[in-house]
């Protein structure tokens, strides 16, 4: 079974400032999915970012990155020039690579952050 | 639709109650799947579609839930006889291909008094 840990089950940081959350998970699968969703108080989960275990370079979108480290089973998620619209609870999740009826996601117990004016 | 739309968004249950959930997904897509979230947790995966077929229930927490998807589209989340320990957020979410990432509704905050 995965497992997903997020040690931070808070943060915050001053609007445009920079701020990584952490994420490690432990699988013995060769390939599979890593996700990011951020969880804002209407409740709705927002894919912010995924990456690909068997692609090296690291995922980008706009001011979301990510630092996939895979022998080290880390997938941190770095946000640059923050904003407050960020503030949510954001999520590390696993997915096993698709085979049908096997496209779960494990989730993390999430961090969350708040942006500050 | 243009969103993953799941109603009612809140229900309060009396204990012992059965109350049912809906979950309309995303036109075309083939895959549902519904999680239960706790207060201060992640989701936690509840059961999985593929159109009508119900490929994997491994995590319906007991006999008291049940799920279908009879047209491939409209899924319904049953629970019978509901408990204290039912009242959680349920979110249901569709895709295409779950490897792009899912969409997820606004989720159903179940209370059970």
């Known amino acids: 079974a995965q497992t997903v840990t997020q040690s931070q089950p808070e943060m915050s940081v001053q609007e445009a400032e920079t701020v990584t959350l952490s994420c490690t998970y432990d699988?013995?699968?060769?390939?599979?999915?890593l996700f990011w969703y951020k969880q804002p108080p209407s409740r709705q989960m927002i894919l912010v970012i995924r990456q690909e275990a068997y692609k090296q370079q690291n995922a980008t979108e706009n001011r979301f990155s990510v630092n996939f480290q895979k022998a080290a089973k880390s997938f941190s998620l770095k946000i640059s020039d923050s904003q407050l619209g960020d503030t949510a609870m954001y999520f590390c999740a696993f997915m096993k690579s698709a085979n049908f009826g096997n496209e779960k996601l494990t989730f993390g117990t999430g961090t969350r952050l708040t942006i500050i004016p | 639709g243009a969103g993953v739309s799941q109603s009612p968004r809140y229900k309060v249950a009396k204990r012992g109650q059965d109350v049912a959930l809906r979950c309309d997904p995303i036109?075309?897509?083939?895959?549902l799947f519904w999680y239960q979230q706790a207060l201060g947790q992640g989701p936690e995966f509840l059961t999985y579609?593929?159109?009508?077929?119900?490929?994997?229930k491994s995590g319906l927490p007991s006999d008291r839930f049940f799920a279908e998807r009879p047209e491939g589209s409209v899924s319904t989340l049953k629970i019978q006889r509901t408990q204290q320990e039912d009242s959680a957020v349920y979110l249901c979410?569709?895709?295409?291909?779950?490897?792009?990432?899912?969409?997820f509704g606004s989720g159903t905050r179940l209370t059970v008094v």
């Open positions: 579609f593929q159109n009508e077929a119900q490929l994997d």
């Open positions: 699988t013995s699968e060769s390939n599979y999915y």
């Open positions: 979410a569709s895709s295409f291909t779950g490897v792009w990432g899912y969409t």
């Open positions: 036109s075309g897509h083939v895959s």
